[in-house]
C-alpha cells in the first residue's frame, strides 16, 4: 500500500451554522490523482478551502506530508504551505502581470533566490506546461487553456509535492479540456506529482482519475469512493449511478 501523503481523519466543517461537511476521514495516497465530486452544494468546495487551510475544520484533522496545516504556525506553517500549489478555479492570475512575473510571485516571498534564477526557474515551468514561447504574454493576451496551464506552473514554482486545482476545465472546449487532461498526466507521471482535483466533468474524470471521491449533501460526507470505472459499472447506489450514468435521479 502506498504510503498517504493526505489524511483527513473526523472533519467537519461550517460557516457559522449547521455543518456543511460532518466526520469526514480519506486518504491520498502519494503520486497519485484523487478526484473530489458530486453535486452541486455537496461540499467540493467548502472541503477543498479546508485542505488548502483556508477554512479551519470545526472538528477533526488534516495532515499533509504528517504535518497539521490548521494546527502549524509561524515557520512550521510556512513549512506545510510550500508542500502544496494551487490553481483556483478562474486561474486567478494577475492581469497586470506577464505569465512569467506571475509564476515569479511565489518565488519571490517564499524563497531568496536572485532575480535571474526566479526568471530562470519561472520559464521551465512554463516550459512544462507548453508556454515555453508565452512567457512575455499578459493573461488578457491568452487562451483560457493557456491561462489555466500558466496558473498550473504557477502552483508549481515552490515544486510542491502536492497539487490542488478546482474546476480545471471549467470553461473550456472539449479539446481543449483534453489536452489539459493530458498535461495532468504527464506531470503525474513524469514528476510524479499528486494532483487533488475538484471536478464534475465525468471525461476528465474518466481521463486522469486514479481514486475519486463522491460527496453527498443529505449525508454530509462521502456517498462512494473508489476508481470511476468501478463506481460506474459496480455501485447500486442511486444518486452514484445517476451520477455517472448522466441521468436524471428517480424519484
Do not use: W
Not at 5 to 13: C, K, M, P, T, Y
Not at 102 to 110: G, P, Q
Not at 131 to 137: A, I, K, S, V
Request: neutral net charge; glycine residues 10%.
Amino acid at each position: 500500500m502506498v504510503e498517504p501523503i493526505i489524511e483527513v481523519r473526523g472533519l467537519s466543517a461550517a460557516y457559522g451554522g449547521p455543518p456543511i461537511l460532518d466526520g469526514v476521514s480519506f486518504d491520498v495516497r502519494r503520486s497519485e490523482v484523487f478526484v473530489i465530486l458530486g453535486g452541486s452544494g455537496c461540499g467540493k468546495s467548502t472541503l477543498m478551502k479546508c485542505l488548502i487551510g483556508l477554512l479551519p475544520p470545526a472538528k477533526g484533522k488534516i495532515l499533509i506530508a504528517g504535518g497539521d496545516i490548521h494546527a502549524a504556525s509561524g515557520k512550521k506553517r510556512a513549512a506545510l504551505l510550500k508542500k502544496f500549489g494551487v490553481m483556483y478555479q478562474s486561474g486567478a492570475l494577475f492581469g497586470s502581470l506577464t505569465l512569467e512575473e506571475n509564476v515569479m510571485l511565489a518565488m519571490e516571498e517564499f524563497t531568496r533566490l536572485p532575480s535571474d534564477a526566479r526568471r530562470l526557474v519561472a520559464r521551465m515551468k512554463l516550459s512544462l506546461v507548453g508556454l515555453e514561447r508565452f512567457t512575455g504574454h499578459f493573461p488578457s493576451e491568452v487562451s483560457g487553456g493557456m491561462q489555466k496551464r500558466a496558473a498550473i506552473a504557477r502552483a508549481m514554482a515552490l515544486d510542491p509535492e502536492v497539487l490542488f486545482l478546482d474546476e480545471p476545465s471549467a470553461g473550456l472546449d472539449p479539446v481543449t479540456s483534453a489536452g489539459l487532461d493530458d498535461l495532468i498526466l504527464s506531470l503525474n507521471r513524469n514528476l510524479g506529482v499528486t494532483f487533488v482535483i475538484v471536478s464534475h466533468e465525468l471525461a476528465s474524470i474518466y481521463a486522469v482519475a486514479d481514486r475519486v471521491i463522491m460527496l453527498d449533501q443529505t449525508k454530509k460526507g462521502i456517498l462512494a469512493e473508489g476508481a470511476p470505472a468501478d463506481l460506474r459499472d459496480h455501485d447500486d447506489n442511486r444518486f452514484v449511478h445517476a451520477f455517472f450514468h448522466r441521468e436524471a435521479v428517480p424519484a
